[in-house]
C-alpha cells in the first residue's frame, strides 16, 4: 500500500490583526499614590475621631465622622480599579 503524502505547509495562523497591535497598556503613575493616600485620609480620620471621643474632625457631623472615612477608603478602592 502506498504512504501518504507528508504536508509539507505548516498549518495557517492568521496575520495579527492592526488594531491588535495598536493596543498598548498605559501607564497610569497617578493611580498607587492617590489610591494610597484616601486610604491613608481615610484611616486618620477615623482614628483622629475615635481618639478624640469626637471631638475632631469635624464635631457636628458627630458619628457621621466614621461614615466619611470609610468613604475616604472607599474611593481609594474605586481608584484601585484604574491601576493597570
Given amino acids: 500500500m502506498p504512504k501518504s503524502r507528508i504536508r509539507k505547509k505548516a498549518d495557517y495562523t ?3 490583526t492592526k488594531q491588535a497591535a495598536s493596543v ?7 493611580v498607587a ?4 493616600a484616601l486610604f491613608v485620609i481615610g484611616l486618620a480620620w477615623i482614628v483622629v475621631f475615635y481618639v478624640t471621643d469626637g471631638s475632631l474632625p469635624v464635631e457636628q457631623l458627630e458619628n457621621w ?3 466619611v472615612g470609610f468613604g475616604f477608603i472607599a474611593a481609594g478602592f474605586g481608584v484601585s480599579t484604574q491601576w493597570k
Fill in 14 to 16: 492568521p496575520p495579527p
Fill in 24 to 30: 498598548k497598556l498605559q501607564s497610569r503613575g497617578w
Fill in 33 to 36: 499614590p492617590v489610591m494610597l
Fill in 65 to 67: 465622622n466614621i461614615v
